[in-house]
């Protein structure tokens, strides 16, 4: 009866796409750390472009 349970279970594919989402999450996360300098550049820099923008076309 536990033999043919941890068979089952172990045949069980339903957990994959769970599994599969927590390690696309993990390397998201690592690039964002590797690279968060250079994305905080980035970012600063479309604001600034928008807040130029912007302030262009209200004076």
Same mark, same amino acid.
């Given at each position: 009866?536990? &033999?043919?349970? #941890?068979?089952?279970?172990?045949?069980?594919?339903?957990?994959?796409? =769970?599994?599969?989402? &927590? /390690?696309? /999450?993990?390397? #998201? &996360?690592?690039? =964002? /750390?590797?690279?968060?300098?250079? #994305?905080?550049? #980035?970012?600063?820099? &479309?604001?600034?472009?928008?807040?130029?923008?912007? @302030? @262009?076309?209200? @004076?």
């Amino acid at each position: 009866m536990v &033999i043919r349970w #941890l068979k089952e279970f172990w045949q069980d594919e339903s957990g994959i796409g =769970v599994v599969e989402m &927590i /390690l696309i /999450l993990v390397v #998201l &996360i690592g690039l =964002v /750390l590797i690279f968060k300098d250079q #994305l905080g550049a #980035l970012v600063n820099g &479309i604001f600034k472009e928008i807040q130029s923008k912007t @302030s @262009s076309v209200y @004076s």
